[in-house]
């Protein structure tokens, strides 16, 4: 009996903890996709990375069939792995940033042709953790240097603010031209990897707990995480939601803009010497002119 109003009693709390605390705000927008372009990108391919960015922007530059307007660009880099990429960058300062950055810049004629249009990168609150050393970058074409769990989880939170940053800069070199830039926190949402590592503590404790132990603990662990679609709503804000216009370089979470960001995703400084030192790495600064600070585009 004691047992059936102890779990009675949890299963009241956690329902109330998801229905006000930890509810997740809805993207409110009535906006449709109908008759506009929508590009999401994922985990854009370590292997030889450049290369494979180069040929998918020349083949969306030319391609004609598709109507280029009210373009919405989705950016979702999420590596977390260590390691390299073939073409010598630290696998996440390469995939999650200078990918995403070199295949945005490309197409950046697109989505002006295409305006209204929007690029929202998907960053993390994981970027409070971060500490981004430029000669670091420099020096060891990542963004930190060694291989255990803190070091690498500390490259993966330079990543996140360099998404940030990135964001800032694109923002403020595309002034004037009816696109505008967002960056944003989903919060923890129970991806495929992340529901295994749920499935791996469930076992773990069962080692050690009864059957109903595990019952009564495992939904505190599920109140971590949202489902994928609570976590694409603050996306789905940030691309749909009208009269944010003039928020364009701002960083958002839970559908709301965030005011109290760190000052180290706020350094206007850090983010132009990203912007240089990413056009250097691609080996653009030379053979395109970019996006300048009047928004006169690149050639």
Known sequence: MITLLLGGLLAAVYFLL???ILKVPRCKSDAKLHEKTVVITGWISSSTMLVRILLSASTFRQENRLVWRKMFWCLSPGVLSDGQTDD?????????HLGHFLLTVLLLDRLKTSRPSRVVTVASNS????KLDFSVLLDHRDSAVGSNYSQIYRKYCNSK???????CELSRRLQGTNVTCYSLHPGQVTAANQL???????SVLGRYLGIWMK???MPFFYLLFMDP?????TTLYCALQQGIEHLSGHFFSRCTLQLNIGSKARDDAAARKLW???ESFCGLSKTHKLVSGDGSGFS
């Open 276 to 278: 240089d030192l990413s």
């Open 196 to 202: 295994g590592i749920l499935l791996y503590l469930y």
């Open 229 to 233: 679609k609570s976590g694409a709503q």
């Open 161 to 167: 603010l360099c998404n940030i940053l990135f964001t």
């Open 18 to 20: 998801r229905v006000t």
């Open 215 to 217: 019952v009564f603990v």
């Open 88 to 96: 010598g960058f630290g696998m996440m300062f390469g995939v999650n």
């Open 127 to 130: 970027y409070r953790r971060s």
